[in-house]
């Protein structure tokens, strides 16, 4: 078992840019998430899917979109890259719709210049 | 809306003496709460969790944490910390109403010195 793999590691943007995070999780979980982590502040939700074919907004949405491919698959878009988004993404995912034990990948550190 | 407070956000601690990482929630209903721990350049793990039954929620490597409802508090603590302890510690909280996620703290910095 991988548990939740996310690609890439590393990411270097320029301001505009675009550019998908890819998450994928192996344990037959039902919900997966998409939080931020900057520093001081701790992990901020982004998105975040219940179940296979639903999407719901968390505390910092904006520029960012989401899709929830199938049940195994939760990608990140940002359609348009500003230094704001500078930040350590991390994807989770749980058994349980709404997230009471979640399980995380090792994280997309991005930089936008 | 619930919400998390880690009041430190730094902790030095020399090998082998106690450490306490305080968390206070805030929420109107029941709360389901959780110790998160991110070594260096890891994602985070779960380290242990209150769901309901016994206050005092122990981990494998020594960690305890105890629910204290009247003072709102999940207080981290060990006895006798290793240097291999050394890492960021996040307090979270989940409550059973809707579908939304964790609540995270700041996080707390546990630097155990030799």
């Known amino acids: 078992n991988a548990g939740v793999t996310q690609t890439p590691k590393f990411q270097v943007l320029k301001t505009g840019q675009s550019m998908t995070l890819q998450c994928a999780q192996d344990m037959n979980h039902n919900s997966m998430y998409w939080y931020r982590q900057d520093p001081g502040m701790g992990l901020r939700l982004i998105y975040y899917?219940?179940?296979?074919?639903?999407?719901d907004k968390g505390e910092v949405p904006n520029g960012y979109n989401v899709s929830r491919l199938n049940k195994r698959e939760f990608s990140l878009r940002l359609e348009s890259a500003a230094p704001s988004q500078t930040s350590v993404y991390f994807c989770?995912?749980?058994?349980?719709?709404?997230?009471?034990?979640?399980?995380f990948g090792p994280g997309t550190r991005l930089t936008v210049t | 809306a619930q919400s998390v407070t880690q009041l430190d956000s730094q902790v030095p601690v020399f090998e082998e003496a106690p450490v306490e990482l305080r968390c206070n929630y805030s929420?109107?209903?029941?709360?389901?709460l959780f110790w998160y721990v991110q070594y260096p350049n890891q994602g985070l793990q779960l380290l242990l969790k209150?769901?309901?039954?016994?206050?005092l929620v122990e981990s494998i490597n020594g960690f305890e944490a105890e629910f204290n409802k009247s003072q709102t508090s999940f207080h981290l603590r060990k006895p006798s910390v290793h240097i291999s302890d050394t890492a960021e510690y996040f307090c979270?909280?989940?409550?059973?109403?809707?579908?939304?996620?964790?609540?995270f703290g700041s996080g707390t910095r546990l630097q155990v010195q030799p």
């Open positions: 989770a995912s749980s058994e349980v719709p709404g997230g009471a034990e979640q399980y």
């Open positions: 979270a909280v989940k409550t059973d109403t809707g579908r939304r996620a964790l609540t």
């Open positions: 929420s109107s209903v029941s709360v389901y």
């Open positions: 899917s219940a179940s296979e074919g639903t999407t």
């Open positions: 209150y769901l309901s039954g016994s206050t």
